[in-house]
């Protein structure tokens, strides 16, 4: 961290993420100097420190395709060039169900997506010839030719292949351009690289924005030894879930965005029921959780405790995770059964039973994970904010005072989608060249009637 400059070319507010990509395009690509990025804790650990970790090109948004499709060939050309440092791995993400019926519908919409870019669709039924499946790529390859899905329903390939999914598993469908990949090891790279180009890292809060003449003027900082004014006429609003109270600094009305608390856990999985060669698995109907009798007959006599014995929402999904893939054995499982929005409001509270609940709907899925309920090796778990719009398109561009801009609302598809984010920014910063999906993104689409008339009916489906 260093001390403050009088005056600076840009000031962006917030070191996550989308702070650290818009430096990386402005400085290391663009070659403006003079950047300063405000962040209140440490870079990269609000929101950017709890995902996944995955990346995926599987959208049902035509503007998402298009935008996520172009933010993996650039971290694909970043993991070209550094080898590999962003640790990409392409094992593609497997959506598994029970119901034979999954096939029309995974159908369908693989046809719908495909139309939109994602790529071809193979099919693989038991009953007719169907060209040979290529599993994911032993060692852990990110640059392979597949794109879009395997939809799978021959149930000798299902138990050859996926031998760990459970035995009622009837339907596949393998998204190819999808994995997984270190988003610090990504954030701390693209850090380096804009402070090694003029970047400056100060620790301190954006308190206050002046604007004069309807432009910003400078940006007000609070640290530790009071508070500063930099001289600047370009302002990046990147505070993530605080989007909205940087927003009001400037005097605008909040931004089209809530915050939706998500949570995951990790466990070592010591008895190894998720294959180390796995790829991220997304169990696609809804879940049951695992009780004994006496559990069950107790819940039932709480009408308070009833929801916890009937179907709880889809979409679980885990991988196997830790920094050495193959040596560790280390679980990841994300579950989101409760999507209420709520204000932003940190140290970040998870409901106590959280890891427990997770477990038990696990183990309704892999009968072997109810040896871990109550008794999990290496137990952590945490969470965090998927800031999101409505449509969950993130916001990228200009906001309604000359000089300031936002990136946000990144909500579940920041550290995937963040090459594609910082250089869309920058572009707009610096007056470059923008790309088909910029006015998709831009916060002015929500000044358009016909869109306005689209939102009424949008389904923003496979948030994952
Ligand atoms: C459980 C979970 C799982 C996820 N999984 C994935 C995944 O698998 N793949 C994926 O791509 N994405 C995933 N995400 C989403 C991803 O983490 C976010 O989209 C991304 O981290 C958002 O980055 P950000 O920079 O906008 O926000 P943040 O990382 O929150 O950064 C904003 C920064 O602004 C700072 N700030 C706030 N107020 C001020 C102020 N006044 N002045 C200066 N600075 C300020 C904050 O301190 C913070 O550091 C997941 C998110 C969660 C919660």
Redesign the pocket.
Same mark, same amino acid.
């Given at each position: 961290m260093r001390a403050l400059p009088a005056s600076a070319d840009v000031v962006i507010? $917030?070191? %996550?993420?989308? $702070?650290i990509a818009t430096a990386y395009y402005l400085t290391a690509v663009h070659g403006v100097r003079d950047v300063v990025l405000?962040?209140? %804790?440490a870079p990269m650990?609000?929101?950017?420190a709890?995902?996944?970790? $995955?990346?995926r090109n599987w959208w049902g948004d035509g503007a998402m395709v298009q935008f996520m499709n172009h933010s993996l060939d650039l971290l694909e050309q970043l993991a070209d060039a550094t080898n590999n440092i962003p640790r990409m791995s392409r094992r593609g993400y497997l959506f598994a169900s029970a119901q034979p019926e999954s096939y029309a519908f995974f159908e369908r919409v693989s046809a719908e997506f495909a139309a939109l870019g994602v790529g071809a669709i193979r099919h693989h039924t038991g009953n007719r010839p169907h060209p040979a499946y290529t599993p994911p790529p032993a060692d852990d390859r990110y640059a392979t030719p597949l794109r879009g899905a395997d939809l799978i329903s021959d149930p000798a390939l299902i138990r050859t292949q996926f031998g760990y999914l459970p035995d009622n598993t009837r339907v596949l469908l393998h998204a190819r351009r999808c994995g997984w990949f270190s988003a610090s090891s990504t954030g701390g790279y693209l850090l380096a690289q804009a402070q090694a180009h003029g970047a400056h890292l100060i620790a301190g809060?954006?308190s206050g924005v002046q604007v004069a003449g309807g432009r910003v003027g400078g940006v007000q900082v609070t640290t530790a030894d009071g508070s500063h004014l930099i001289q600047t006429r370009t302002f990046v609003n990147?505070?993530?879930?605080?989007l909205n109270?940087?927003a009001g600094l400037l005097g605008l009305a909040a931004l089209p965005m809530y915050t939706e608390p998500?949570?995951?856990i990790a466990f070592r999985d010591v008895k190894r029921i998720v294959p180390r060669d796995a790829p991220l698995v997304i169990w696609f109907d809804p879940i049951r959780l695992v009780w004994r009798d006496d559990e069950r007959a107790a819940l039932e006599a709480d009408p308070a405790q009833h929801w916890l014995l009937g179907e709880l929402p889809a979409e679980m999904h885990w991988r196997p995770a830790g920094p050495d893939i193959w040596q560790d054995d280390t679980v990841i499982v994300?579950w989101t059964y409760r999507t209420a929005p709520e204000p932003p409001s940190f140290p970040f509270a998870i409901e106590p039973r959280y890891p427990e609940l997770v477990l038990r709907g696990l183990a309704s899925i892999l009968p072997a994970a109810e040896a871990y309920i109550g008794n999990p090796v290496g137990l952590e778990y945490d969470?965090?904010?998927?800031?999101r719009t409505q449509e969950n398109r993130p916001l990228i561009g200009r906001l309604p005072i000359e000089g300031a801009y936002v990136l946000?609302a990144?909500? %579940?598809?920041?550290?995937?989608?963040c090459l594609g984010a910082g250089e869309l920014l920058t572009a707009h910063i610096t007056g470059g060249a923008l790309p088909s999906y910029a006015d998709a993104f831009a916060p002015q689409r929500y000044a358009d009637p016909v869109y306005q008339q689209q939102l009424q009916n949008w389904q923003a489906a496979w948030q994952l």
């Open positions: 507010a $917030g070191a %996550g993420i989308a $702070g405000i962040e209140p %804790g650990m609000l929101t950017s709890k995902p996944v970790e $995955g990346y809060s954006v990147a505070a993530g879930p605080f109270h940087v998500h949570y995951k994300a969470g965090g904010y998927y800031n946000g990144l909500s %579940g598809f920041g550290l995937m989608g």
